[in-house]
């Protein structure tokens, strides 16, 4: 039905950037909420930032001004730009997507693969 797939994450040391990308496709008719989810290894995941189609936007207070959320809903993409990194961000980072797949239907979440995010101290 809705795929959506990431691209972006990889190895990056304490201090830099990584860029995070997702792009959902199939039967959609609106989506709602669009963003970032991460679990590091023993920790249950949490919320990084999402945002609404109409641009609010939900950011973790552990990433707060040092990362920025944007969407294109015309292409139904979603980016994180990571910046300032630290170790404690190493985990793998999910797409998620609060779809619609038709008109006055209930919108479920869809999940991207995640994307393993390490940073070295």
């Known amino acids: 039905q809705v795929q959506l797939v990431v691209s972006g994450g990889g190895l990056v040391q304490s201090g830099g950037s990584l860029r995070l990308s997702c792009a959902a496709s199939?039967?959609?008719?609106?989506?709602?909420?669009m963003g970032w989810y991460r679990q590091a290894p023993g920790k249950q995941r949490e919320l990084v930032a999402t945002m609404t189609s109409g641009g609010y936007r939900n950011l973790a207070d552990s990433v707060k001004g040092r990362v920025t959320i944007s969407r294109d809903n015309t292409k139904n993409t979603v980016s994180l730009q990571m910046n300032s990194l630290k170790p404690d961000d190493t985990a793998v980072y999910y797409c998620?997507?609060?779809?619609?797949?038709?008109?006055?239907?209930?919108?479920?979440?869809?999940w991207g693969q995640g994307t393993q995010v390490t940073v070295s101290s």
């Open positions: 199939g039967t959609i008719f609106s989506i709602n909420n």
């Open positions: 998620n997507a609060v779809v619609a797949t038709m008109k006055d239907t209930v919108a479920f979440d869809f």
